[in-house]
């Protein structure tokens, strides 16, 4: 599965932000995940083929919200109310597999798209 993740960009503190992640295969759930100057990737989000949403850090619940289209095999993260601590180059991943614990297993991912929060 390829990944194409788009949206990124420089925005002021209070802003919005669309991003988008176009897979070119079927998958059964597709992930956001972020990496921020100096930490570690962090799971921001993931959706499944049928819709269901989870959410990972407290931070980003009430402000970010994932979807999909199913055809094409679209995911978008819409981010409101954008603060400094957002910014980091935000990836897209999907799984085709359940791993051993029940987890979905992210082995496809995208090449990172910037995004800059400006204070």
């Known amino acids: 599965v390829q990944l194409q993740a788009s949206g990124g960009g420089l925005v002021q503190a209070g802003g919005s932000l669309r991003l988008s992640c176009e897979a070119d295969?079927?998958?059964?759930?597709m992930g956001w995940f972020r990496q921020g100057p100096g930490k570690e990737r962090e799971f921001v989000g993931s959706?499944?083929?049928?819709?269901?949403?989870?959410y990972g850090a407290d931070s980003v619940k009430g402000r970010f919200t994932i979807s999909r289209d199913n055809n094409p095999n679209t995911m978008y993260l819409q981010m409101n109310s954008l603060k400094p601590e957002d910014t980091a180059v935000y990836y897209c991943?999907?799984?085709?597999?359940?791993?051993?614990?029940?987890?979905?297993?992210?082995?496809?991912w995208g090449q990172g798209t910037q995004v800059t929060v400006s204070s």
């Open positions: 959706i499944t083929w049928s819709g269901g949403t989870a």
């Open positions: 991943a999907a799984s085709r597999r359940v791993g051993s614990n029940g987890n979905y297993e992210y082995d496809y």
């Open positions: 295969g079927g998958t059964y759930a």
